[in-house]
């Protein structure tokens, strides 16, 4: 898989989603917030998880945020001993390290991502998160907790201290709708997998690639542009890279 920023810059990032054909990509909010219906982010192809899995393997690093790992039984790690020998042919480690961003800090210790040991975990979170997620994963010596921010986290800052604390030089950001929002927003998204499949699922509620506040004015969008096509059984993947400037 292509690109690379030169040794001194910051990370590569990458995005990989798959949505619906009418740009969906789970089920609706709950009263409560989270977790939707975990069966409605199962719509896409053994295609597609095979994706997943080899952008993975092209990393050092998977991101996500709090409500999308604890929504299923998601443990952000490299799958079968396949892909981690496909790491280890490339320089990598056999297993990429693993980001989970909470603000609140208000992790629920219980979810898989959090009980699997097989690499390291960082919880991201904010200042006054701290406390709460060093206090649910005390026990867990994998996890690390760092805070970047005061109330907001701040992605960039995170980011670097990937870069320099773990050596991360490409990192995958793996959803949800809010973290994903955010990386655009701070403009820190550089190349996007999308997986369009062929389902509508309406409902204004449902999740999108990007929730959270969004750009609200035409010439604030994120500008991409489709390097590659290939249709794949029922599906289409796609393949943007950020215009230079990343905006109009
Ligand atoms: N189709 C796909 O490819 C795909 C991929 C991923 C996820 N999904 C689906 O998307 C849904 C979850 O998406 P979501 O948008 O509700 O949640 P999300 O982005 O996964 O997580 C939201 C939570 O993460 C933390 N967070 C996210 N961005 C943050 C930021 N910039 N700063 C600080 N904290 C941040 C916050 O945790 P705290 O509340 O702890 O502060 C926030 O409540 C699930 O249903 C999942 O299955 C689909």
């Known amino acids: 898989m292509p690109c690379?920023?030169?040794k001194t810059s910051t990370p590569w990032v990458m995005m990989n989603m798959a949505m619906t054909a009418d740009g969906k990509t789970s089920g609706p909010k709950e009263a409560n917030g989270f977790p939707r219906t975990p069966s409605m982010s199962r719509f896409s192809s053994k295609a597609d998880h095979r994706r997943l899995l080899q952008i993975r393997a092209t990393t050092d690093a998977v991101m996500?945020?709090?409500?999308?790992?604890?929504s299923d039984a998601i443990d952000l790690g490299p799958g079968s001993k396949h892909w981690q020998r496909e790491r280890c042919r490339h320089g990598r480690e056999a297993c990429?390290?693993?980001i989970v961003v909470s603000a609140s800090g208000r992790i629920q210790p219980h979810c898989l991502i959090y009980q699997n040991n097989s690499s390291p975990l960082l919880i991201a979170t904010t200042q006054s998160g701290l406390?709460?997620?060093r206090a649910s994963t005390r026990a867990y010596d994998w996890i690390r907790?760092?805070?970047f921010g005061e109330e907001k986290i701040n992605l960039k800052q995170c980011i670097r201290w990937l870069q320099k604390h773990w050596q991360v030089r490409r990192l995958v950001v793996e959803g949800g709708g809010h973290l994903n929002d955010a990386m655009f927003r701070e403009g820190l998204v550089d190349e996007l997998f999308l997986?369009?499949?062929p389902l509508i699922y309406g409902g204004r509620h449902h999740a999108t690639i990007a929730d959270g506040v969004g750009f609200t004015?035409?010439?604030d969008a994120y500008r991409l542009r489709c390097v590659e096509r290939k249709r794949k059984g029922r599906e289409l993947f796609l393949r943007f890279l950020r215009e230079p400037d990343g905006k109009v």
């Open 4 to 6: 690379m920023k030169d």
């Open 145 to 147: 907790v760092e805070a």
């Open 217 to 219: 004015q035409l010439s």
């Open 64 to 70: 996500s945020g709090r409500a999308t790992v604890e």
């Open 96 to 98: 990429n390290k693993r």
């Open 131 to 133: 406390a709460s997620a």
């Open 195 to 197: 997986t369009l499949c």
